[in-house]
């Protein structure tokens, strides 16, 4: 089973600070997900990435599969990206839709 | 609107009384999934499915069945709930493809409480 580990679990900000999320795992895969959860439960798909970099807005996703690590940015942070922050790989080397998940990193941006 | 359902959204339940939660997609998606998620263990996938008739187990499958006999509905069924099975349910979709990769939509979630 590929293991995943997410840093920092908690992180509180500054609004206006950028804001960086780590997500390493042990099994190479050809696909990363990261995902947000706002309070009340709802979740959202950021980005799903299989190299180099993706932007979407203010968020920046980053993969480096040699290295096994992926990187999720915000840029000028704001209150409203208060959430939890998941990442999602493949469960093993096989199916890229058996997934494992970290456990999230609880942001709060403080106004 | 694309949309990804579930209902119910809650349910309190008795230990033993089977149910059934459904999901339904409106986006022709190939690829559904049910997730449960607990406090301290994250998300954790149930079972999923990449097409009609074609499922497959996830991390935590024991205790579960799933169908999926047409493209819009993947309902969760536990046939003898338990305590331990309290949780969050979420149902999501997405495209499949082997020259892609496809976010996911996610359903809202369905909050369960197993007496």
């Known amino acids: 089973k590929n293991e995943v580990e997410q840093s920092p679990q908690n992180l509180t900000a500054q609004e206006g600070e950028f804001i960086t999320i780590n997500c390493s795992y042990s099994?190479?895969?050809?696909?990363l997900h990261w995902l947000q959860q706002h309070p009340g439960g709802g979740i959202v798909s950021l980005f799903m990435?299989?190299?180099g970099k993706k932007k979407h807005g203010r968020l920046i996703a980053t993969i480096n599969i040699q290295e096994k690590h992926s990187s999720l940015h915000i840029t000028a942070s704001h209150p409203r990206d208060s959430a939890v922050y998941i990442c999602a790989v493949p469960y093993s080397g096989g199916s890229n839709y058996k997934l494992t998940f970290g456990k999230g990193t609880l942001l709060t941006v403080n106004p | 609107e694309a949309q990804v359902t579930q209902n119910p959204r809650y349910l309190i339940t008795v230990t033993g009384k089977k149910l059934t939660v459904t999901c339904s997609q409106n986006m022709n998606h190939e690829y559904m999934s049910w997730y449960r998620q607990d406090p301290g263990l994250g998300l954790r996938q149930i079972y999923y499915?990449?097409?009609?008739?074609?499922?497959d187990k996830g991390d935590v499958p024991e205790g579960y069945k799933v169908s999926r006999k047409e493209k819009r509905n993947f309902p969760l069924i536990l046939e003898s709930p338990s305590p331990n099975q309290t949780s969050l349910y979420f149902c999501a979709s997405s495209l499949t493809g082997t020259s892609g990769y496809y976010e996911q939509y996610f359903g809202p979630g369905t909050r369960l409480t197993v007496t």
């Open positions: 099994v190479g895969i050809s696909a």
């Open positions: 499915s990449m097409n009609v008739e074609v499922t």
């Open positions: 990435l299989s190299s």
